[in-house]
């Protein structure tokens, strides 16, 4: 079954709930054999490990609408970030947008 865990984010900037507050099973092992190193802000005692992100905002994981603040730059950041947890990551905005056939067909 799924545990889904609802976070609240006040602003567009989604990314430092992932960086400080979120990890992953590859992550934490990769913290202990030395092969992964974490931001600063990471706070390894309150992270909850997680299988999966679901982006339900429409905006993108770093930055505003369509990635219109420094899109290269932030573009990098997320990449870091979800490289790092090798999780899925996905983004179910399109769907209020599109129907399902037509999500699955782009």
Do not use: C
Not at 16 to 43: C, F, M, N, P, W
Not at 60 to 89: F, Q
């Amino acid at each position: 079954g799924l545990l889904p865990i609802p976070i609240f984010i006040n602003g567009v900037e989604a990314h430092t709930i992932v960086r400080d507050l979120l990890t992953s099973k590859h992550e934490i092992e990769g913290v202990a054999h030395g092969t992964t190193v974490r931001d600063v802000t990471y706070q390894p005692s309150k992270a909850a490990s997680v299988d999966a992100i679901v982006n339900t905002i429409g905006f993108p994981l770093v930055g505003g609408p369509a990635g219109s603040m420094e899109a290269g730059r932030n573009v990098a950041v997320a990449e870091t970030l979800l490289t790092s947890m090798n999780v899925p990551y996905i983004v179910a905005s399109p769907l209020l947008v599109q129907s399902i056939p037509q999500w699955k067909q782009s």
